[in-house]
Nanobody, 124 residues
Framework: QVQLVESGGGLVQAGGSLRLSCLAS????????MGWFRQAPGKEREFVAGISRSGGNTLYADSVKGRFTISRDHAKNTVYLQMNSLKPEDTAVYYC?????????????????WGQGTQVTVSS
């Protein structure tokens, strides 16, 4: 089992940057592919970015491609989401997720473990 704790959310002006972190418990972190999702009020949870077990493969939603970067540090059991050029439409609760599948996928149901989420608010 994996427990995930996100941090790094906050309030930022449009055009600014934030880096989200997700600390995973246990010694099996490298066995899971990792993903970031977000959910805005009144909307469904949506895929933002994902990274393979090795970190060699990444996948991004079109809406964040070129602005967000996902990475992972196995020594620290942590996955990061660097968010640059933030827009008001990026405002949402951001969730970290871990899945035991073979490839990064965009569907939330493919991820078994979830963090509690961290709020990101981008003001215009």
């Amino acid at each position: 089992q994996v427990q995930l704790v996100e941090s790094g959310g906050g309030l930022v002006q449009a055009g600014g940057s934030l880096r989200l972190s997700c600390l995973a418990s246990g010694r099996t972190f490298r066995m899971y592919l990792m993903g970031w999702f977000r959910q805005a009020p009144g909307k469904e949870r949506e895929f933002v970015a994902g990274i393979s077990r090795s970190g060699g493969n990444t996948l991004y939603a079109d809406s964040v491609k070129g602005r967000f970067t996902i990475s992972r540090d196995h020594a620290k059991n942590t996955v990061y989401l660097q968010m640059n050029s933030l827009k008001p439409e990026d405002t949402a609760v951001y969730y970290c997720a871990a899945g035991s599948g073979l490839a990064v996928v965009v569907t939330p149901n493919s991820y078994e473990y979830w963090g509690q989420g961290t709020q990101v608010t981008v003001s215009s």
